[in-house]
């Protein structure tokens, strides 16, 4: 298997999963600790739309889908901030429309054969020299950020009317949180596909949780185990000739509940 | 001297009066308690006072400037802290939140913030929990922790929101000696249902439900329990 590695296409596939793997980490971390989960869902199924328009239009595939995930993400932090009650409603129906207009448009686009499937479940054998680019330079930015406002962050994600109180702008820290998480959405669609961004960005969460006392530390620790996941996930698709983004979540599902396990039997 | 005063004040929310026409001091090193039902306006006039809310109608004075002006000098303990118990942080990053909107380094905490938190979860009798995972205190506990997230700014005034309401009569005995503690050198208002525990050590006591009752009024239900409460401090 080792033998893999020389070829140019496994090893831009390891490096975009180990890159995808640390930005939802710590992205992850933040949808999870501000219930964000749900959210995140309309962000990814939206962004279908974006691909569906890049695609009818010609253009880069990242460069339509993050239009539309961002575009979603601000509307959504102004539905959240304004209209709170009626949020589970708005993120349906862009959920929907998303999707629709994603279909839609590949439809339309003439001679336009390639398959949807690996938008669904992911294409990580098919990462190029400039997607790369473009989720190490994500994971850099969200890097950055999180040094420099990690306190801000963390005050609004614990305790937002506080934060407000204490002059941080809630609204501003809210919104860029959406954003981030739209952009690695977008990144995350590329490993393992929109159907399961969801998985990616909360199973390593959910076990790296459990095992964290601050949140820096739960960012981390994500990151690693979902690097760890797509790694093996990876490995074994390649071995068995299966779908990579299927095959990484699987890993992902089955390490939880041998985590959950473990913990509920040797600790307690 | 008077820290809060408030004049001929009125609160709608949605075309519904919360609040109307209140009026009322607070001196220095007052222990105040405000008393009412649910939805008396309670919360509401709180929100006002640390400008959360905007005032329309009427002036809200805190150290004699409007309220925006001295939020560093109000600590505030929000109602329920039993929220979000899950979240991965630690006690004392919790207090640090407290230094927000004051100066701060580039990323991290400076060695006097940290100091300062310390100094803060000492005060409230907390600070072997510093490293403790917050979801791990009891609701007491973690309502001590929010005193010292307040007191981290070292506010003149402390506000608290029902502080007592999800904790073990032992518990909210303890965290009312530790108020009174504090009482002597800062301002107190607590909002409370419990009007017995209040008594012991509250100075005055204001009921709210849309208006405000002094215990010179007569219009209220509640007329009873303030009368009583304040005649009785008195003869002491």
């Known amino acids: 298997m080792l033998d893999a590695l020389s070829f140019p296409f496994i090893q831009n596939a390891l490096i975009a999963g180990l890159l995808v793997s640390m930005a939802s980490g710590i992205i992850g971390s933040l949808i999870v600790v501000n219930r964000m989960v749900f959210l995140a869902g309309g962000i990814a199924h939206t962004a279908y739309g974006g691909i569906g328009m890049a695609v009818f239009l010609g253009l880069p595939i990242f460069l339509g889908a993050s ?17 709170r009650e009626r949020m589970d409603t708005f993120i349906g129906l862009m959920w929907a429309v998303g999707m629709a207009v994603g279909v839609v448009l590949i439809d339309l686009t003439p001679g336009y054969n390639a398959d949807f499937m ?63 998480s739209a952009l690695t959405v977008v990144v995350a669609i590329k490993v393992v596909g929109l159907i399961l961004v969801i998985a990616l960005l909360t199973i390593p969460v959910y076990i790296a949780e459990k095992l964290s006392n601050t949140l820096y530390m739960m960012m981390i ?24 983004g299927a095959s990484i979540i699987l890993v992902s599902a089955i390490s939880l509940f041998l985590f959950l396990g473990f913990n509920r039997f040797m600790l307690k | 001297m008077t820290v809060i005063e408030i004049k001929n004040l009125s609160f709608s929310y949605h075309k519904q009066k919360i609040l109307e026409n209140i009026n009322l001091t607070v001196k220095e090193k007052d222990f105040l308690a405000i008393i009412g039902p649910n939805g008396g306006g309670k919360s509401t006039l709180l929100k ?59 990323f991290g905490y400076a060695k006097e913030e940290t100091m300062c938190a310390m100094g803060a979860l000492a005060q409230v009798g907390m600070e072997k929990f510093a490293n403790v995972k917050i ?18 700014a070292h506010p003149q005034i402390l506000i608290l929101d029902e502080p007592t309401s999800s904790i073990d009569i032992d518990g909210q005995k303890q965290i009312y000696e530790l108020l009174k503690e504090l009482n ?44 009583m409460f304040n005649r009785f401090k008195e003869k002491k």
């Not at chain 2, 002036?59 to 400037?65: A, K, L, N, Y």
Request: with cysteine; net charge positive; charged share 15%.
């Open chain 1, 118 to 180: 690996s938008y669904l479940f992911g294409s990580i054998l098919a990462v190029s020299q400039s997607d790369l680019y473009f989720m190490g330079g994500l994971l850099a930015g969200i890097i950055i950020i999180m040094t420099f406002w990690y306190r801000d962050i963390l005050a609004v994600s614990y305790d937002s009317e506080y934060a407000n109180l204490r002059g941080i702008n809630v609204k501003f820290f809210y919104t860029l949180i959406l954003v981030l």
């Open chain 1, 67 to 83: 239009v539309f995930a961002v575009a979603a993400a601000l509307i959504i932090s102004v539905i959240t901030l304004k209209h």
């Open chain 1, 221 to 244: 620790l994500s990151g690693i185990f979902s690097s760890i996941f797509t790694v093996i996930g990876l490995a074994i698709s390649y071995e068995y000739d299966i779908a990579s």
């Open chain 2, 48 to 106: 006002l006072i640390l400008g959360i809310n905007p005032v329309k109608e009427g002036t809200i004075r805190t150290f004699g400037e409007v309220p925006k002006k001295n939020l560093s000098k109000i600590g505030y303990v929000p109602q329920n802290t039993n929220v979000n118990t899950d979240f991965p942080i630690k006690v004392i990053e919790v207090v640090l939140m407290g230094h927000i909107g004051t100066k701060k380094p580039l």
């Open chain 2, 135 to 152: 979801g791990e205190l009891s609701g007491g506990q973690r309502q001590r922790v929010m005193i010292a997230r307040a007191l981290c």
């Open chain 2, 184 to 227: 002597n050198y800062i301002t107190i208002i607590v909002v409370s249902h419990d009007i017995s525990v209040i008594m012991k050590y509250a100075n005055s006591v204001v009921h709210i439900n849309k208006k405000l009752t002094h215990h010179d009024t007569s219009s209220s239900n509640h007329f009873c329990e303030v009368e």
